[in-house]
């Protein structure tokens, strides 16, 4: 049996020469090399010297790197260049050289390094993925017919995740699909290419990928599994008429009713594939939790209704997550005997979506943020100067630092329970990182059968009723706002304000930069760098 908990504690390293020229950022350590008699010596050490390997990136520590918990990373570029969340200046904090304030406005550059680590991480593991297949297919022989599906299918499935966050942030990205390629040889392919390629790559593995719930502790705990891969292709379809549009500046989107999927033998719309997958996950046995919390608890293993989630022991696994810490107030987190940053919060929009101060505030609210007087273990949090810490989320303002509230406006994460046993002042917790869920499913297939001409209603009666809200009528502009309401904080934003248009339009505190009714904003720039690496990359504004 191979258990995750085992990946976190590899310690095979693999040097791989386009890994080093193209991402730069793949180093070796020695000391951790075996040879590679012994790395490839039976099924269990090559599926974990290949496979297994992989699941090392998918959370994270650093800056830059894993799909979530860290900075400046795929997360914060979902999140802050929305109308959900905000870092604004706090007098000498959270400046950084403009960087929070310039997503936020999204007048990012392509000069930007925060950009460039961005990308290094993802090819990163799509390099690495290529390696992985490079070994299963040197050491076959040791497998059986059975291993060899399900090993090649699994990593073919984590790089086909991997080329949808890039088609998702950068779009016409390289496609690289083998070890041999060389930085000079590097290309962009269309966008709409490297979206199929990671649709149909998804479907190939999906027969020979477990039917296992990896988010539930065992064998096959935090890896990718078939409902892992149907919440990839739903959400690639979900978004097909976005990932098909090779340049949102020059062409038009086409409707999702006619772009045309091949599945289980049959032609579906992109609507029906979404559908189809949802109900896939479904059949599979997900649900919703009658407790909206306890997906996010500290033992949160065991939810009915987590679908992937990154692994988190605060002994066992380096992956951090941090968004707590950024969030409270200093003061708050000594409270707790942790520690904080006092900076991340909710906007004034997003409080005002959730009905903050009125008799139909959403039942979620409480869930989601520390607001007003903040209470621990029954004591009120005070202030250097002996006043009641209270957050003010209705005084949000890019700039703070001439604001009476600069150290406590907005509304702060909360959603996860905090681990008080959490080290390195909460980062490291024993609360796993989710980062799809089933609640996720059932809006993805409300909006999908209203697009597709159906009653969503419920779909989304579900969701609502979980929380003990009243039903609304299954519009798309209900179920974008309950999105919201019911993902806040997951990183979905930046994804969901695109697929309706709306990111380029002016929201919350922030303006339209110049030109951006075009949509240029709507895909990161490829970074300079790695334009300059040699290769024959251009920018995306020459698609």
């Not at 590899?10 to 008699?37: E, H, K, L, Q, Y």
């Not at 022989?141 to 060899?148: F, S, V």
């Not at 979506?353 to 007003?372: E, G, H, M």
Request: hydrophobic content about 35%; some cysteine.
């Amino acid at each position: 049996m191979i258990k995750a908990n085992t990946y976190f504690a590899i310690a095979f390293s693999i040097a791989v020469s386009i890994g080093i020229t193209f991402t730069g950022c793949i180093s070796d350590n020695p000391r951790d090399r075996v040879s590679g008699d012994e790395a490839f010596s039976s099924p269990t050490s090559l599926y974990l010297n290949t496979v297994g390997m992989l699941y090392n990136y998918i959370g994270g520590s650093t800056d830059g790197s894993g799909l979530q918990g860290t900075y400046r990373g795929v997360y914060d570029y979902n999140t802050f260049t929305t109308d959900e969340a905000i870092l604004p200046v706090r007098g000498g904090d959270w400046y950084d050289g403009g960087f929070w304030k310039h997503l936020y406005e999204h007048r990012w550059s392509a000069d930007d390094q925060e950009l460039y680590n961005l990308w290094n991480y993802l090819f990163k593991v799509v390099v690495h993925c290529n390696e992985a297949l490079a070994n299963l297919q040197e050491h076959k022989r040791l497998l059986n017919d059975a291993q060899w599906h399900s090993y090649t299918a699994e990593v073919r499935a984590v790089r086909a995740m991997y080329y949808y966050y890039l088609v998702d942030l950068f779009g016409n990205v390289p496609l690289i699909t083998d070890n041999q390629t060389n930085v000079s040889q590097l290309t962009n392919s269309r966008r709409s290419e490297v979206f199929r390629f990671a649709f149909n790559e998804l479907q190939q593995a999906l027969p020979y990928l477990s039917t296992a719930h990896s988010n539930l502790q065992g064998e096959y705990y935090g890896r990718l599994t078939r409902p892992v891969a149907c919440f990839l292709l739903a959400k690639l379809s979900l978004n097909a008429e976005v990932f098909t549009c090779d340049n949102p500046v020059k062409y038009p989107r086409k409707q999702g009713k006619d772009i045309y999927f091949t599945v289980n033998g049959a032609q579906l719309n992109a609507w029906e594939t979404v559908i189809y997958y949802c109900r896939q996950i479904e059949d599979m046995g997900y649900q919703l939790e009658p407790d909206y919390a306890t997906n996010f608890k500290v033992h949160n293993e065991t939810s009915r209704e987590n679908i992937f989630t990154i692994p988190m022991d605060k002994i066992l696994y380096p992956n951090q997550f941090q968004y707590l810490f950024r969030s409270r107030h200093y003061n708050h987190g000594k409270a707790l005997g942790l520690g904080s940053e006092n900076g991340a919060c909710a906007t004034v929009s997003t409080v005002r979506a959730f009905d903050y101060d009125t008799p139909q505030i959403d039942k979620r609210y409480a869930l989601n943020f520390y607001s007003d007087t903040i209470l621990v273990d029954g004591d009120t949090v005070r202030l250097d100067d002996g006043t009641p810490l209270v957050y003010q989320p209705l005084v949000v303002q890019p700039d703070l630092t001439f604001s009476p509230y600069v150290k406590t406006g907005g509304a702060r994460m909360a959603k996860y329970e905090i681990d008080r046993k959490g080290l390195a002042d909460g980062k490291l917790q024993d609360n796993d990182i989710v980062l799809y869920r089933y609640a996720d499913v059932l809006l993805m297939m409300a909006e999908a059968k209203v697009r597709n001409g159906q009653s969503g209603q419920s779909e989304l009666d579900n969701v609502r009723a979980r929380v003990s809200m009243m039903p609304r009528v299954a519009t798309l502009d209900n179920i974008l706002a309950e999105r919201r309401l019911e993902l806040m904080w997951e990183g979905w934003r930046r994804q969901d304000l695109i697929r309706f248009s709306l990111f380029t339009e002016a929201y919350d505190m922030r303006q339209p930069v110049e030109n951006e009714h075009t949509g240029f904003t709507m895909l990161f720039p490829i970074p300079s760098r790695a334009i300059r690496s040699g290769g024959k990359l251009k920018p995306n504004s020459d698609f």
